[in-house]
């Protein structure tokens, strides 16, 4: 694809519900990256694939979090019993290769949780 | 862990006037890419340096990496309103984790 498309690019939830977000990262990227970016500050490195599997878990804030890719493209983040202090913008990139090269931006899914 | 510190956090400055945004990590670096981010926007990748010492231009922005390649900088000349924006240090650091720890941004407002 032209880009990284990530959706829904809004999500408005209460809290204790589940969340699922979507990235479709740029066609031929075997990294992708999830981060979390809230109000005002910087990102928050949450996690990466290379291909299909995880080898950094680490930036997941706690259990409630997990994240899958299948078929070495599509990757959706699950936020399982969301809180309030989850609301902020969620943002994927891919790369063609893992980290050193250029991450590529999605436009972010923008949570809110009430 | 590997830290990357970007200072200062917020700069505030007359259209025409000089920027600089200072990026530190508490490790040596492999490389350090800079982004930038628009009001209401996502990051854009800006540049690149991977050689100890390197210096790129684009235009009026000049990034630097310094010898020991555990900082960098990105100036600004005679900054222009569509310089708005936040902008980001990004580096991966040698012989360990190959994860790309981002600063947390400097904030740059220009006024007309």
């Known amino acids: 694809g032209a880009g990284v498309s990530q959706s829904p690019s809004n999500k408005v939830t209460e809290k204790g519900k589940d969340v699922e977000l979507r990235c479709d990262p740029i066609?031929?990227?075997?990294?992708l990256y999830w981060y979390r970016q809230s109000l005002g500050q910087g990102l928050e490195f949450l996690i990466y694939?290379?291909?299909?599997?995880?080898?950094?878990k680490s930036g997941l804030p706690s259990d409630r979090f997990s994240a899958e890719r299948t078929g070495g493209s599509v990757s959706t983040l699950t936020i399982q019993r969301t809180q309030q202090e989850d609301s902020a913008v969620y943002l994927c990139?891919?790369?063609?290769?893992?980290?050193?090269?250029?991450?590529?931006f999605g436009p972010g899914t923008r949570l809110l949780v009430l | 862990g590997q830290q990357v510190m970007q200072i200062p956090q917020y700069q505030h400055v007359q259209e025409g006037e000089d920027f600089t945004t200072y990026c530190n990590s508490s490790?040596?670096?492999?490389?350090i890419q800079w982004y930038k981010q628009r009001p209401g926007g996502h990051p854009v990748f800006l540049i690149q340096?991977?050689?100890?010492?390197e210096v790129k231009k684009q235009k009026r922005l000049t990034f630097q990496f310094g010898e020991a390649k555990k900082n960098s900088s990105l100036h600004i000349t005679a900054t222009q309103t569509t310089d708005v924006g936040t902008y980001f240090c990004?580096?991966?650091?040698?012989?360990?984790?190959?994860?790309?720890?981002f600063g947390k941004g400097t904030k740059l407002t220009v006024n007309p």
């Open positions: 990139a891919s790369s063609l290769v893992w980290s050193v090269e250029t991450q590529y």
């Open positions: 066609s031929g990227h075997t990294a």
């Open positions: 694939f290379q291909g299909n599997s995880a080898p950094d």
């Open positions: 490790t040596t670096l492999s490389n």
């Open positions: 340096l991977v050689k100890s010492g």
């Open positions: 990004a580096g991966i650091g040698q012989g360990g984790s190959e994860k790309l720890v």
